[in-house]
T-cell receptor, first 114, second 116 residues
């Protein structure tokens, strides 16, 4: 078990709604990355946060946004939910944003959009 | 941009036997890491093994070892003495050491079933 926790574990939302997912990073880790994993696929990088600033973004529209707090925990916000947003959302924390670093993953939030 | 390809969607192996999972990748970079992650039904990604591209020696971790062929851009995982607990999805992943962040690029994964 890693020290990365995500909440909630499961969530059902209606198309058009907004959702906030939360992630607590492992102690001593200042970097958090978010990934979207569609069913049967590998995770896709959404963005990374380092010291409360966005530090790189994947190919996701602006309705995917994030925050990182002074304690390095993070939120992923998705506005105007679409059916294709249904996926497992994974958070990973690491001790630094680049270089020789290992990412520790949480157990994910399963989002279903109906 | 980097790509990671896992062309085998599923594999099955008898308990105590050896199995090899394949992965190829494409990159123009020289400094990077390659990883194999395991994702059991609990969904949590667990690091199995990692390989630094500048090291010629293949990484090993107990029953897990890799065959890293840098010129061929191939990175396969060998699991020896397979155990029932090895049943999971396995993902190959790439991380650049020269980028601005430590994002991982994953393959589509392979479902491994270990038969008793």
């Amino acid at each position: 078990e890693t020290g990365v926790t995500q909440s909630p574990t499961h969530l059902i939302k209606t198309r058009g709604q907004q959702v906030t997912l939360r992630c607590s990073s492992q102690s001593g880790h200042n970097t958090v990355s978010w990934y979207q994993q569609a069913l049967g696929q590998g995770p896709q990088f959404i963005f990374q946060y380092y010291r409360e600033e966005e530090n790189g973004r994947g190919n996701f529209p602006p309705r995917f946004s994030g925050l990182q707090f002074p304690n390095y925990s993070s939120e992923l916000n998705v506005n105007a939910l679409e059916l294709d947003d249904s996926a497992l959302y994974l958070c990973a924390s690491s001790p630094r944003p680049t270089g020789n670093t290992e990412a520790f993953f949480g157990q994910g939030t399963r989002l279903t959009v109906v | 941009a980097q790509t990671v390809t896992q062309s085998q969607p599923e594999m099955s192996v008898q308990e105590a036997e050896t199995v090899t999972l394949s992965c190829t990748y494409d990159t123009s970079e020289n400094n990077y890491y390659l990883f194999w992650y395991k994702q059991p039904p609990s969904r949590q990604m667990i690091l199995v093994i990692r390989q630094e591209a500048y090291k010629q020696q293949n990484a090993t971790e107990n029953r897990f070892s890799v065959n890293f062929q840098k010129a061929a851009k191939s990175f396969s995982l060998k699991i020896s003495d397979s155990q029932l607990g090895d049943t999971a999805m396995y993902f190959c992943a790439f991380m650049s050491l020269t980028g601005a962040n430590s994002k991982l690029t994953f393959g589509k994964g392979i479902t491994l079933s270990v038969r008793p």
